[in-house]
């Protein structure tokens, strides 16, 4: 059973930048697929970025802002956002699976999530 913990929500104003971080509990964590996701209000949680060894996957919407890197030593997932905008509000979700995807479905285990939101 992995266990998630993400921190590093909050306000910011739009174009500016935010970095999540996410604390996994297992000490396989270098073998995981480890993503983020979000979830506004009235909306289908949305796949964010996923990431495993050197490969890295985003959602259109983030492509060219979000940055998603993990620190395997520590066992610390993170995502650097920038250039925020107010439709970037929602929660964020820290995941992680055994197997590549870009659905929900294909993950596991998850995080209590982390609230961003994004001043216009």
């Known amino acids: 059973q992995v266990q998630l913990r993400e921190s590093g929500g909050g306000l910011v104003q739009a174009g500016g930048s935010l970095t999540l971080a996410c604390a996994a509990s297992e000490t396989t964590f270098a073998n995981y697929v480890m993503g983020w996701f979000r979830q506004a209000p009235g909306k289908e949680r949305e796949f964010v970025a996923a990431t495993r060894w050197d490969i890295r996957i985003y959602g259109e919407s983030v492509q060219d802002r979000f940055t998603i890197t993990r620190d395997n030593a520590k066992n610390i997932l993170y995502l650097q956002m920038n250039s925020l905008k107010p439709e970037d509000t929602a929660v964020y979700y820290c995941?992680?699976?055994?197997?590549?995807?870009?659905?929900?479905?294909?993950?596991?285990?998850w995080g209590q999530g982390t609230q961003v939101t994004v001043s216009s």
């Open positions: 995941a992680a699976s055994q197997r590549f995807g870009r659905s929900r479905n294909d993950f596991p285990y």
